[in-house]
């Protein structure tokens, strides 16, 4: 079973790995067959998602998390996180908040990687 600690660690990885567009990195993270609905309600594959940071089109300059929650569980763990996001989409600038729900999932030989994903922008309420 999947230890808070490590699924911590991987978030983290995970961010980085989005703030510098580390594309190896999100490839090693994100899992071949990755179910990802955007926070305009829109699929994202892996392949997809990697060919967004591959392009240069998104760059981030700060991905702040807050008000993380793990739950881990036999063979997977679900993060649900708050990041502050600022950077850029296609020249555009954003300044968002967006609450995402991961699913990490046993890859085999130890390691985890995310095998769903959902992103909804927070508002005021």
Not at 3 to 32: F, G, K
Not at 50 to 71: E, K
């Amino acid at each position: 079973m999947p230890h808070p600690t490590q699924i911590t660690a991987l978030e983290d990885r995970l961010r980085q790995a989005m703030l510098t567009s580390n594309v190896a990195e999100l490839d090693a993270l994100l899992a071949p067959d990755l179910l990802f609905t955007t926070h305009l309600g829109q699929p994202l594959t892996k392949s997809q998602d990697l060919a967004i940071h591959r392009s240069g089109s998104l760059s981030f300059t700060a991905l702040t998390p807050s008000d993380q929650q793990i739950q881990c569980y036999a063979g997977f763990a679900v993060v649900s996180v708050t990041l502050h996001l600022l950077g850029s989409y296609a020249g555009a600038a954003f300044d968002e908040q967006i609450r995402y729900t991961r699913v990490w999932a046993d890859a085999g030989a130890g390691s985890l990687q995310v095998v769903a994903g959902q992103a909804t922008v927070v508002t005021e309420a």
